[in-house]
């Protein structure tokens, strides 16, 4: 797998117009990809959307849910992104960024069990997919501001809490997370 794969499994990276910051975006997902096995499990797009919450069989992946949320985020920020440069800077490239890696620590927290059913990777309990995925960041060389988003994206999960959630690109995210999320976990509970 390439970043140019990466490109085309997630087309949503055309929509970050700095070309290193679409780059690093796509090289966090293929380092993501080969850490956690993905490949050799079938594909990026065989990583579960959630492991406990959700039924086994429910058809959105985590992929699809990263796209997804990235696809809102994206239209939040282009109805209210001039209005919100008025208040104060908000910047379209890194809600996209962000909101396209929120989730990609799942590819290391989350595995398939020999029967190909989701389950949780060996270090679960140890690295939540906020901690991984900020790592994954930060390792490949995305600004602080996109790694913010995908450390303090989930309320639940966040080392510090709400509070962490200090720009407003980490808001948009957030929201449209729930969105995204809501609309599966209504219809694929456990
Ligand atoms: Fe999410």
Known sequence: ???????????????????????????????????????????????????????????????????????????????????LNTIGKCDRDVVIAGALLHDVGKLMCYTLDENGKPAKAADYAMFNHCVWGAYLAKNNGLPDSVVHIVLTHSLAQAPEGPKALITPEARIVKNSDHIAWDSVAVHWPK
């Not at 499994?9 to 090289?27: G, T």
């Not at 959307?49 to 997804?68: T, Y």
């Not at 696809?71 to 282009?78: E, K, L, Q």
């Open 1 to 83: 797998m390439t970043v140019q794969d990466i490109y085309e499994l997630i087309p949503e990276h055309n929509e970050i117009s700095d070309p290193e910051l679409k780059r690093k975006c796509a090289e966090t997902f293929l380092d993501a990809v080969r850490r956690g096995g993905w490949e050799e499990k079938g594909g990026i797009d065989k990583c579960p959307l959630q492991v406990g919450l959700l039924a086994d069989d429910c058809p959105a992946s985590g992929l699809d849910h990263m796209r997804k949320v990235a696809a809102i985020a994206t239209r939040v920020y282009d109805h209210l992104g001039e209005w």
